[in-house]
């Protein structure tokens, strides 16, 4: 799996470091940080964190 997020569409809204917190995160500037290809085991929680995402920056591959 492998993840990629639109940075043009990412407001920081959060809902993804809420759904997957071993995947997304914030710096100290609120700049998103994530692992782009996560364990198969967090599948669950990246098709979640992608599904609250509210502008839909989260996209999956895999």
Do not use: N, W
Request: with cysteine; hydrophobic share 40%.
């Amino acid at each position: 799996m492998k993840i990629t997020v639109d940075r043009d569409l990412c407001d920081s809204h959060g809902q993804c470091v809420f759904a997957a917190p071993e995947v997304f995160s914030f710096d100290d500037d609120d700049y998103l940080l994530y692992t782009a290809e996560p364990g198969e085991d967090l599948r669950d929680s990246v098709l979640k964190a992608a599904a609250v995402c509210p502008v839909r920056a989260i996209r999956i591959e895999g």
